[in-house]
């Protein structure tokens, strides 16, 4: 099936630092969307993007849809320890129900 | 709104046992999906209901696997002659559906076949 590409895999900053990572996919998609998942839960949708260019923000998060439709970026700004998890990107091509997801990036924030 | 809640939460069964997972979706939600997540990897989805009627299934879901959601609430994943392939997490979201069609995931059920 679709895979997406998502960057980097993992990625070890200092608290207060800004993270950013990426999702490129070989489609074009209608929405684009950014989970976060803690150890043994599931995925919490963080920010939801549903227009070409559209930058949409959720505290110190901020995503972008990018405009080509195929890729989209996520940051984090001033990290503290408790972003700390995988981030998933997923997206949804046109017509289609389902979410195809990214392999995610893995935060680690050193306080 | 008390989230989507899925029981139970962990499984252990022996191969070749059978076993049902139950999803209970956001109570206004019409739209119910099934995914599998396997250790290191994003969810990769398996069905999708909306009320009562599976509108759509991957190629992941074998002949041993089937859900149902009856009264267009609740849904079930069942496996039967469980492999040891079959351990991962699955995952059930729900959505509403419309232009935003957002999906909301409940906690998992962690399922480890010996």
């Known amino acids: 099936g679709q895979q997406l590409n998502q960057s980097p895999q993992s990625m070890f900053i200092q608290e207060g630092e800004d993270v950013s990572m990426n999702c490129t996919s070989s489609?074009?998609?209608?929405?684009w969307l950014w989970y976060k998942q803690e150890p043994g839960e599931g995925p919490v949708l963080l920010i939801a993007?549903?227009?070409?260019?559209e930058l949409t923000s959720n505290g110190r998060l901020t995503a972008q849809f990018g405009i080509t439709r195929k890729d989209s970026f996520l940051n984090i700004s001033a990290s503290i320890p408790s972003d700390v998890g995988i981030y998933f990107c997923a997206g949804r091509e046109t017509g289609a129900n389902n979410l195809f997801f990214g392999t995610g990036t893995r935060l680690t924030v050193i306080p | 709104d008390t989230g989507v809640s899925q029981n139970p939460r962990h499984k252990i069964t022996k191969r070749g046992q059978n076993v049902t997972f139950r999803c209970d979706p956001i109570s206004e939600h019409n739209r119910l999906y099934w995914y599998r997540q396997t250790l290191g990897q994003g969810p990769e989805f398996l069905t999708y209901f909306q009320n009562e009627a599976q509108l759509e299934k991957s190629r992941l879901l074998s002949d041993r696997f089937s859900a149902e959601r009856p009264k267009g609430s609740f849904s079930t994943l069942e496996i039967q002659r469980t492999e040891q392939g079959d351990s991962a997490m699955y995952l059930c979201?729900?959505?509403?559906?419309?232009?935003?069609?957002?999906?909301?995931f409940g906690p998992g059920t962690r399922l480890t076949v010996l």
């Open positions: 979201a729900s959505s509403l559906s419309g232009a935003a069609d957002t999906q909301y």
């Open positions: 993007l549903y227009k070409a260019g």
């Open positions: 489609s074009i998609f209608n929405t």
